[in-house]
């Protein structure tokens, strides 16, 4: 499921009890300053969550895929986004969900003081995890 702004609105407008209209103002002033920064060059961190930030990416020679021809690409600017601890520990929970195998709760490992590592799917039942080839 694909999640727009106005979900976004939606979902965090019920969770804290704040007008929708209040929290679309709010999630469009996130979303413009992160970029307009991110254009500057600034990297953001999100503690847990991840990190955005910009990198360069060299020109290249690439290949035109119908032709098969050789075409320079020039370099460009890309904004990429690497997951944090929580992020990944969360993907990985779900993952283990789906696989059929009991997830640890949330806060549980937190609490017990303990560092779980959750086995992916991957991990878990290769046979799963395959692509189907198309002809």
Known sequence: M?????????????KLGMPPQDVA???EALFETLANRLVEGERWEFRGFGV???RER?????????????VPVPPRRAVVFQPGKFMKQEVA????????????????SQQNGENRATETSAEA???TNREQETP
């Open 25 to 27: 103002r709010i999630v």
């Open 93 to 108: 929970r779900w993952d283990a969900a789906v696989a059929g195998q009991q997830a640890v709760p949330n806060n549980q």
């Open 52 to 54: 955005f930030e910009v």
């Open 125 to 127: 039942s290769p046979e």
């Open 2 to 14: 694909t999640v727009t702004r106005r979900e976004l609105t939606l979902r965090i407008a019920g």
């Open 58 to 70: 060299a020109a290249r020679i690439g290949r035109n895929p119908r032709t098969g021809e050789t």
